[in-house]
């Protein structure tokens, strides 16, 4: 299992009559775990903040500035695509420039026009323009669509724009099966040997792009973006990781912010290996829902009415002790069987979003008493974005790129993982074992970090809304809490409910008080808390 850092939302249906995905492409869109990309003690947190960047641009990126985009079709009827050039390294302009691909429908309502809204899906990793083509651009609340230009650009390393490329699919396929609970020194060494090889072909692809993927040159691309486009202010809406990428913007740039929302909100304050023991937390949190609701169902291969949470976590454990030894097959045509790891995996995939536990359930049952683990390995497949071909997106790839060049490593050794057990074991009683060891991904990745966790407060900043669930596994509350306080111009907005970031998946209180403030400028009254 390669974790992630934060997942993008889910496809499910809402009350904007969003575009639904069923079955296995239900979280396709979906999920992206923590990366292992800090250091230091869990519980400490960042004391220093975010500088802004001066106001004047300098002359020396002038040009980027007064580019002029050459829109073309992209081939999906309402959308135009361009590319947008941008310095690789910022700090030497002169040294050349990295593509960047962007996408946009434009606004289509007689209204008065509010510029452009940028959207960002979250990752790191994800297309924000398949994002838009594929949901905001035609998912998003008609009266938003109607006012602005819908806007999305993939950033450095993702999808478009010079993707960074590390495995062949068959090196993915080895990779995603790799046992990440190993019982010896040999299963140790399997797993690092692993992490070296995905380390070393991402290295060998395009070194001098890995040392220029961070999110706040992401961020700095944006501005060069909104420059292009126009706009005297960027007006955004992130979700997950895009939280973070916002955020960012947001403390390079505060007086250059518009109306933005931060939906599932990351606290770029702490050190990755909190973040993981947060998210290892959360994830819990999500496994408890699950396992209550399952028991109330007829089909729960884990237990029955009257089963507790706990035996229905050591059942669902014991299981995957047994696949550990004794992996069930697929039918899958490149021969894959599912193992702990993808078993695992797909188990995950589907806490993000409680529309996925009837279709958890099913693919337990069939691998549990069928001896059938294709509807597991389907779940896992989604989550890792590999298609029925054996490809995988670059996805994994640009998230681990990203998250290991914007923080240090959480574990630089093995021996580090097991002194850290404990914790995350006791964090989830299902995951944390399996969650610690994919933390130490970052331990041999071939650019030393640039970053370190920081606070961030944006002075001068228009209202920030930012957005937290209370239930949610990938991004905790708690996150969405500590960055309003960090942001000086934030106002939270609170979901009390579970699954992944809170817009368009159903409370029309959340809905209703997000569209006001992109429309009309007014942010959610204090403390406004919605179900």
Known sequence: MHLRRILRPTARTTTWARPRRVAVPLLAAAALLVS?????????????????????????????????????????????????????????????????????????????????????????????????????????????????????????????????????????????????????????????????????????????????????????????LRAVLGDRKLNYVGASYGTFLGATYAGLFPERVGRMVLDGAMDPSLSARRLNLDQTAGFDTAFQAFAKDCVRHSDCPLGHKGTTPAQVGDHLKAFFHKLDGHPVPTGDRDG?????????????????????????????????????????????DSYYERDSGGRYTNLMFANAAVNCLDLPAAFSTPEQVKEALPAFEKASPVFGEGLAWASLNCAYWPVKPTGEPHRIQAKGAAPIVVVGTTRDPATPYRWAQSLSRQLTSARLLTYVGDGHTAYGRGSACIDSAINTYLLHGTPPAPGKRCT
């Open 36 to 224: 292992a990309c800090s250091s230091g003690s869990a519980s400490s947190a960042a004391e220093a903040a975010l500088a802004a960047l001066p106001r004047s641009t300098p002359s020396s990126l002038a040009p980027y500035y007064a580019q002029k985009l050459a829109w073309r079709s992209c081939g999906v009827p309402g959308f135009q695509c361009a590319t947008l050039k941008a310095p690789l390294d910022f700090a030497k302009p002169a040294s050349g420039d990295i593509r960047l691909a962007v996408a946009r429908k434009k606004a289509t309502g007689k209204g008065k026009p509010l510029g452009s809204l940028l959207v960002n899906p979250g990752g790191p990793g994800g297309s924000a323009v398949a994002y838009l083509q594929q949901y905001a651009g035609v998912g998003y609340p008609a009266g938003v669509r109607a006012r602005y230009d819908m806007v999305a650009m993939d950033p450095r390393g993702v999808a478009r724009s010079e993707p960074v490329e590390c495995l062949s699919g068959r090196q993915m396929d080895a990779y995603t099966q790799t046992d990440v609970t190993p019982d010896d020194q040999k299963e140790t060494n399997a797993l690092v040997k692993e992490y070296r090889k995905f380390a070393e072909g991402c290295g060998a692809h395009e070194p001098a792009l890995l040392r220029h993927v961070s999110t706040v040159e992401a961020a700095r691309d944006m501005d060069i």
């Open 336 to 380: 894959r069987k599912l193992g702990e790891a993808l078993a695992t995996t797909g188990v995950i995939a589907a806490m993000y979003d409680e529309e996925a536990w009837p279709q958890l359930r099913a693919a337990l049952t069939s691998a549990m008493k069928g001896n059938d683990g294709s509807g597991l390995l389907a779940l896992s």
